[in-house]
Nanobody, 126 residues
Framework: QVQLAEFGGGSVQTGGSLTLSCAAS????????MGWFRQAPGKEREFVAG????????DYADSVKGRFTISRDDANNTVFLQMNSLKPEDTAVYSC???????????????????WGQGTQVTVSS
């Protein structure tokens, strides 16, 4: 089964940018729909962004629309989350997830994903 590992987390000030990477191994990423989720302390895991298996569709949480961009590079088995104009409320552990899809839609429910990375911490200070 596919294994996922996130990179690129860190600490930034309000208004800063970070790019998260999710590297896949053992299985080609091109077979999977991908998503990014985040979980802040004391809160439930929430959908951040998703991309369909063919890259033709993307979707975002309202809270990040216009600031975050998800993309995929299947040749290099990597999915990215470009995060701009970061806010303190973006502070969380960010995880990528993969799912063998039945359609070309974006999967937004974490229960629809079978494969998860270990997560990477993003901290935005004011």
């Amino acid at each position: 089964q596919v294994q996922l590992a996130e990179f690129g987390g860190g600490s930034v000030q309000t208004g800063g940018s970070l790019t998260l990477s999710c590297a896949a191994s053992r299985r080609p990423l091109r077979n999977y729909a991908m998503g990014w989720f985040r979980q802040a302390p004391g809160k439930e895991r929430e959908f951040v962004a998703g991309i369909s298996v063919n890259g033709g569709s993307t979707d975002y949480a309202d809270s990040v629309k216009g600031r975050f961009t998800i993309s995929r590079d299947d040749a290099n088995n990597t999915v990215f989350l470009q995060m701009n104009s970061l806010k303190p409320e973006d502070t969380a552990v960010y995880s990528c997830a993969a799912e063998l899809p039945y359609s070309y839609r974006v999967y937004k429910n974490p229960n629809e994903y079978d494969h998860w990375g270990q997560g990477t911490q993003v901290t935005v200070s004011s």
